[in-house]
């Protein structure tokens, strides 16, 4: 087992024999990134933000424009990928046909002369493990898609790799077989504690399974952090939008001075929210930004409320919850309520909103204004 650095890493392909110049061809940019010994990191962000170039950059199958790896300590830049110790899960299962399931996993220490009976011991030993013992005896075509992937994860940690790399282990099945999955897959680490860097884009998958989070746009490293810290501190715009689900209301706002307290203020609408006190020194009256506050904290008043009176656009009746739209100037406002009443759109509500759990962007960059 061991860590992982990542330091001032940038991708850069060759894009000058294509007819049509792409304007942003770093994949990746000065990446810094560790990942300590036994920890679960997940990169995640949006379909070509440059996770999966990370990731082959640190098994070595794309070359490194500039910057370091280092594994367990050691710059492994120019180390071929089969002196880097590491386990490969990538998103497609790439099984090799004629051999069965037993052959699949044994491949690479066959290919590695390990001894016979050792090989029998360590694939013996991780069937269970991933609970493919009673698929040894099967060629892949008889497989369903969660089987794969099993055997898929068995074939990458039974060379027992120093780093666990996986590439969308999931993206191949449907809801409820992801979910079990991600079960397994937590199980699994649990057991094995190897470190390991998991790429995804879904957001749900890198909450539930990791220890950490790098939240990438652009290739550009936006927010590393526990998923308590992007969730709740989220760094700029970006993280809070992309964590979440639904995700966060983000609305401009102009900030309104009024007895002694300051308003967030919407255009076309009479919806008014109390700045949280710990901003007072960082805005002022007519002070331009954006607000974001997450659907849980918008709440509906009772009979006696003080929440501003607002009609509702949109309801979405799912079962455990029930998601109410409330159209704020141009933007629709989410609202997720336990609530078992069953709304239309029409009806009038009182809006309460937890001012506390409010934040503040800039217009421009997006960036979380703090306060001081
Ligand atoms: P996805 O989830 O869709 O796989 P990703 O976040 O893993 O996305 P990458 O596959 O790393 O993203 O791609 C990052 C950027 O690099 C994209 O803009 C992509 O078009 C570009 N890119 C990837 N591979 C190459 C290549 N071989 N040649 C040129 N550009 C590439």
Redesign the pocket.
């Known amino acids: 087992m061991a860590g992982l650095t990542l330091s001032h890493l940038y991708k850069r ?1 060759d ?1 000058s024999g294509k007819k049509k110049k792409i304007k942003n061809d770093f ?1 990746v940019k000065d990446l810094n990134l560790e990942c300590a010994q036994g920890e679960f990191l997940a990169l995640l ?1 949006p ?7 990370t990731l082959r950059m640190i098994a070595g199958l794309e070359d490194i424009t500039d910057g370091d790896i280092y594994i367990g300590g050691t710059r492994v830049n120019d180390l071929d990928p089969k002196d880097r110790h590491i386990g490969l899960a990538f998103e497609d299962y790439a099984m090799y046909p004629p051999l069965t399931v037993y052959g699949n996993i044994a491949f690479n220490l066959r290919a590695k002369k390990v001894p016979k009976d050792e090989i029998d011991r360590r694939v013996r030993e991780i069937a269970p493990l991933m609970q493919v013992e009673d698929l040894l005896d099967k060629m892949p075509v008889k497989l369903s898609g969660g089987q794969k992937q099993r055997v898929n994860i068995a074939r990458a940690i039974i060379r027992r790799p120093e780093l666990l790399l996986m590439d969308e282990p999931l993206s191949h099945l449907d809801g409820k077989a992801r979910q079990a999955m991600r079960v397994e897959i937590k199980r699994l680490i649990n057991e094995i504690k190897c470190t390991t860097v998991y ?1 995804t ?1 879904d957001q749900l998958e890198a909450m539930s399974l990791a220890d950490r989070i790098a939240i990438i746009n652009f290739g550009v490293l936006q927010q590393v952090g526990t998923p308590a810290e992007v969730y709740d501190d989220p760094a700029n715009e970006f993280v809070a939008s992309f964590i979440g689900e639904p995700p966060m209301n983000i609305m401009e706002t102009t900030i309104v001075s009024q007895d002694g307290h300051f308003f967030f203020t919407f255009e076309n609408s009479d919806l008014k929210i109390q700045v949280p006190e710990r901003y007072y020194g960082v805005v002022s009256d007519g002070f331009r930004c954006k607000m974001g506050v997450r659907p849980m904290d918008l709440l509906i008043g009772g009979p006696d409320s003080k929440g501003t009176p607002e009609k509702i656009a949109t309801f979405e009746n799912l079962g455990d919850e029930r998601r109410i739209g409330i159209r704020v100037g141009s933007t629709l406002m989410m609202l997720i309520t336990e609530d078992e009443k069953r709304y239309k759109s029409g009806d009038v509500i009182r809006l309460e909103v937890r001012g506390e759990k409010t934040h503040l962007f800039d217009l421009e960059t997006g960036d979380r204004i703090r306060e001081k």
Do not use: D, L, P, R
């Open positions: 392909y894009n994949a962000g379909s070509g933000c440059g996770k999966t170039t790429v884009h």
